[in-house]
């Protein structure tokens, strides 16, 4: 799966799951992505920032 699809389905819901993160954490370490992929992972923090997006890691701190 690529970051950018990943990114799309949580803007498009408005939620990451931890799968979800962990997936893209997994994506990002092994260096197999492009620019299109970065890209939509600095939408998706921009959008987390904004509140548009939030991250189910986060909502189990509360």
Same mark, same amino acid.
């Given at each position: /799966? *690529? &970051?950018? +699809? &990943?990114?799309?389905?949580? &803007?498009?819901?408005?939620? *990451?799951?931890? +799968?979800?993160?962990?997936? &893209?954490?997994?994506?990002?370490?092994?260096?197999?992505?492009?620019? +299109?992929?970065?890209?939509?992972? /600095?939408?998706?923090? *921009?959008?987390? /920032?904004?509140?548009?997006?939030?991250?189910?890691? *986060?909502?189990?701190?509360?």
């Amino acid at each position: /799966m *690529l &970051i950018r +699809e &990943i990114v799309k389905q949580a &803007i498009a819901t408005g939620y *990451l799951s931890w +799968e979800a993160e962990n997936k &893209i954490q997994h994506i990002l370490s092994s260096a197999k992505f492009d620019l +299109e992929d970065l890209n939509a992972f /600095m939408s998706l923090q *921009l959008a987390a /920032m904004a509140g548009r997006v939030r991250q189910e890691s *986060l909502d189990s701190i509360k």
